[in-house]
């Protein structure tokens, strides 16, 4: 968990897209809060979740991770903000080169007084604006009131944002990231290009690589029996959703039913593992992670395009067969 204290400083450039050739209009000093820190702290609360935990990388090695280097001289000395926060936009101009990247705000706030699994801290808020609101004003002239329209920031939600909390900086920092744009309007160039980040190897990511892996199972197995995968999809979700420490190498055991079906869960196991690294040995299940997967919808069995029949029970005595008679399946359900 974690919590936002309060704006210490800010800074604030327009960066464009470096195609159109845009630019960037750099800042040389902090940006003035009174009057509206209260408003932007209201948005960052209301923009982030802070349970998707992300972590600065680089192949070559942290030091080459530009966003990383700049906010770890913010955390040095708060003094280089405005030369870092430059910084920053020249780094986010650069990779801001897809067509579709819009021209924006781009801020760079300080945080103070904030709260990481109960360790108090500081954090940098890298913030990008790119769609503006129209609102009306109402101003007095010549003893009327005259109503304009004026663009500013939405005050909804955060399109592109990022806020890196000043602990485990040897890891990359834990990081919260919000990227609400259409992924396919700019091709993920925030989170990918610009602070260059992948998943905390924590429980969280831990429990969706582990209900990913499940669920590829559950698949598989449907294409040999329909019963077996909606019981199999059952026992995960019954599984998974308690929150309990889990015990990976116990999973064949607690999800098949017989020999064979465990033989495919290991190869199975064995080849994503391969694909998408190795699992920890024990695993505490986050139930807000587990929750993110459709196993837990997966436990309908669907007979033709007539019946559907629910299993609640993973135990459920399910039999299936072929009427020698009409050629036709059927299913006995023993209660």
């Known amino acids: 968990m974690a919590t936002i204290g309060n704006i210490k400083a800010a800074v604030v450039q327009r960066v464009g897209n470096k ?29 982030f979740k802070f349970d998707d935990w992300k972590q600065f990388y680089y192949i ?6 530009p966003a990383y280097r700049f906010v770890t001289k913010i955390f ?21 080169i897809h067509p579709n990247i819009k021209i924006g705000e781009f801020y760079v706030v300080l945080l103070d007084g904030c709260v990481i699994d109960g360790v108090v801290t500081n954090a940098v808020g890298l913030f990008k604006s790119e769609v503006m609101e129209t609102v009306l004003t109402v101003k007095m002239e010549h003893n009327h ?30 990081l919260a ?26 429980d969280y990511h831990q429990t969706v690589k582990l209900m990913d892996m499940c669920t590829g199972f559950v698949q598989q197995l449907k294409e040999q029996s329909e019963v077996d995968s909606v019981i199999a999809a059952k026992k995960t979700a019954e599984l998974l959703k308690t929150g309990e420490t889990v015990q990976v190498d116990d999973l064949a055991d607690l999800l098949c039913q017989n020999e064979e079906q465990k033989q495919a869960f290991d190869t199975y196991r064995q080849s994503f593992e391969e694909e998408h690294g190795s699992f920890a040995d024990e695993i505490s299940v986050v139930s807000k992670a587990a929750s993110r997967k459709p196993v837990s919808r997966m436990n309908v069995l669907k007979l033709g395009n ?24 059927y299913y006995t359900l023993y209660y």
């Open 19 to 47: 195609s159109n050739d845009d630019g960037v209009a750099f800042s040389d000093s902090l940006c003035q809060m009174e009057g509206v820190e209260e408003h932007l702290l209201s948005l960052i609360n209301a923009s």
């Open 60 to 65: 070559d090695g942290l030091e080459m991770n």
């Open 76 to 96: 040095e000395d708060e003094n280089n903000l405005v030369k870092q926060s430059n910084n920053l936009a020249r780094h986010l101009y650069e990779q801001s």
């Open 145 to 174: 009131l005259v109503l304009s329209p004026q663009m500013g920031m939405s005050l909804k939600k955060l399109e592109k944002g990022c806020i890196i909390f000043n602990v485990e900086k040897e890891q990359g920092y834990k």
């Open 177 to 202: 990231v919000v990227d609400n744009t259409n992924p396919k309007s700019d091709a993920h160039y925030w989170a990918d290009n610009f602070l260059h980040v992948k998943d905390c190897n924590d």
């Open 306 to 329: 007539d019946f559907e029949v629910k299993v609640l029970n993973p135990d459920a005595d399910i039999e299936s067969g072929v009427d020698e008679v009409s050629g036709k399946r």
